[in-house]
C-alpha cells in the first residue's frame, strides 16, 4: 500500500481568453493525494507449458487498485498548456486493473511469455471539476495515463475498458494487441495490432489501428501498415527501412 501526498504551484505570466493569447498573470496551486494497493500476487507454476513452452512455465495474476484526488486546478481553460502538468484538472477516481502473466524458463532465466493486461477508470466528477466542455475533444491528464486515445466529449463516470495482449513465442518475434472498449458506445473505439519478426539484422513488421470513436473526437479511421529493413538504431553503419500504409 504506497500513499502519496503532493503540491504544485504554477506562475503564468500570460494565458488563454477564447484559444487567444492575452497578457494578465495567473497563480495556480494544485494539491495531489494518490493511494496505490497492490495485493500479493497469485502464481501458480506448471512443468509445461503445451504448444505455448516446452519448459516450465509460471501464471502470475496481479490485481491492483488506485484512488486519486486532485484539487485546486481550477481555471482549466485559461491555462496554457506546455507540458503535461498543464493538463491537471481536479477529480477524484479509481482504477483498477487486472494482470495474467505467462513466464517461461528460457536460456538466461525466466521470460515474459504472454501477459493481458485489462484496466478501467472510474470518476466521481464526472465533469472533472468543470473542466469539461460538452460536445468538443477534452484531453487530461488522468485518462492520457490510461490510454492515450481521446475519449472525453461529454461527462461521463466510467472509462473505455482498455486490454493489452502480449504475446513473445521466441525472442525475435513479437505481437501486440490493444483494444478499447466503450460501454457508453457499446463498441470497440480504438484498436491496433502489432506484429514484427527479426533475424539477426534483418526485420519486419506489420500493423492494423482502427478508430471508431465520436465525431467529436477524431475520424474514423481504419489503417493497415508494414516495415522491412535491415539495421537497428545503435548500429555502426548503413542501416536502411522500408515503410508503406494503406
Do not use: C
Not at 482549466?76 to 484538472?89: G, M
Not at 460501454?183 to 502489432?194: A, I, K, Q
Request: glycine content about 10%; aromatic content about 10%; cysteine-free.
Amino acid at each position: 500500500l504506497n500513499a502519496e501526498l503532493g503540491f504544485r504551484a504554477t506562475h503564468y505570466g500570460n494565458q488563454r481568453a477564447d484559444q487567444s493569447l492575452v497578457s494578465g498573470t495567473l497563480t495556480r496551486g494544485v494539491t495531489s493525494f494518490n493511494m496505490e494497493w497492490r495485493p500479493p500476487a497469485l502464481a501458480r507454476s506448471f512443468s509445461g507449458g503445451g504448444w505455448l513452452s516446452q519448459s516450465a512455465i509460471r501464471h502470475v495474476i496481479e490485481p491492483a487498485l488506485r484512488f486519486n484526488l486532485t484539487s485546486g486546478a481550477g481555471n482549466f481553460r485559461d491555462i496554457l498548456v506546455f507540458d503535461e502538468q498543464d493538463l491537471v484538472t481536479n477529480t477524484r477516481e479509481l482504477e483498477y486493473s487486472l494482470t495474467n502473466r505467462i513466464l517461461a524458463t528460457r536460456a538466461g532465466g525466466a521470460d515474459e511469455l504472454l501477459s493481458l493486461e485489462v484496466k478501467q477508470q472510474y470518476y466521481f466528477k464526472s465533469d472533472f471539476g468543470g473542466a469539461l466542455a460538452a460536445g468538443r475533444r477534452n484531453v487530461f491528464l488522468s485518462p492520457l495515463s490510461l490510454t492515450g486515445s481521446a475519449f472525453l466529449d461529454r461527462p461521463r463516470r466510467f472509462s473505455p475498458v482498455v486490454s493489452y495482449l502480449r504475446f513473445r513465442p521466441a525472442a525475435h518475434m513479437e505481437l501486440e494487441v490493444r483494444e478499447d472498449y466503450d460501454p457508453e458506445l457499446h463498441r470497440f473505439s480504438h484498436g491496433g495490432l502489432v506484429g514484427s519478426l527479426r533475424y539477426g539484422e534483418d526485420f519486419v513488421s506489420v500493423s492494423h489501428s482502427f478508430v471508431n470513436s465520436s465525431p467529436a473526437l477524431a475520424s474514423p479511421a481504419n489503417q493497415v501498415g508494414f516495415s522491412l529493413g535491415h539495421g537497428n538504431l545503435t548500429r555502426v553503419g548503413w542501416n536502411a527501412v522500408m515503410a508503406g500504409a494503406y
